[in-house]
């Protein structure tokens, strides 16, 4: 059984700083891709940052140069560094992994397994 866990979710000063971890079991994470997303109520959830088995990387264009994706291997773990926090940045963030062989990766359907959730709130 596959399970995401993500971590460290917490209300911040614009400006802030944030890291977000996605623990995986059931699956090994250097032998797929992975991705956040994130989601605010009434709105689709948007990817915003990727990286591949090879450990090439991707980010939307609202966070990139702000936002880090890297992967622990040994802890099985990927990770979200968030700089420069925004008012905008505030939503629930997702970890997502395994994507369907020539999918899109912002594409939320593109992905086979999802955490719950760690909420972030950044206060200007």
């Known amino acids: 059984q596959v399970q995401l866990v993500e971590s460290g979710g917490d209300s911040v000063q614009a400006g802030g700083s944030l890291r977000l971890s996605c623990k995986a079991s059931?699956?090994?994470?250097?032998?797929?891709?992975q991705a956040w997303f994130r989601q605010v109520p009434g709105k689709e959830r948007e990817g915003i940052a990727f990286?591949?088995?090879?450990?090439?990387?991707d980010y939307g264009d609202s966070v990139k140069g702000r936002f880090t994706i890297s992967r622990d291997n040994a802890k099985n773990t990927v990770i979200l560094q968030m700089n420069g926090l925004k008012p905008e940045d505030a939503a629930m963030y997702f970890c997502?992994?395994?994507?369907?062989?020539?999918?899109?990766?912002?594409?939320?359907?593109?992905?086979?397994?999802w955490g719950q959730g760690t909420q972030v709130t950044v206060s200007s």
């Open positions: 990286i591949d088995i090879n450990e090439r990387t």
């Open positions: 059931g699956v090994t994470l250097n032998r797929n891709d």
């Open positions: 997502a992994a395994d994507a369907y062989f020539g999918a899109i990766w912002s594409y939320s359907a593109s992905w086979r397994y």
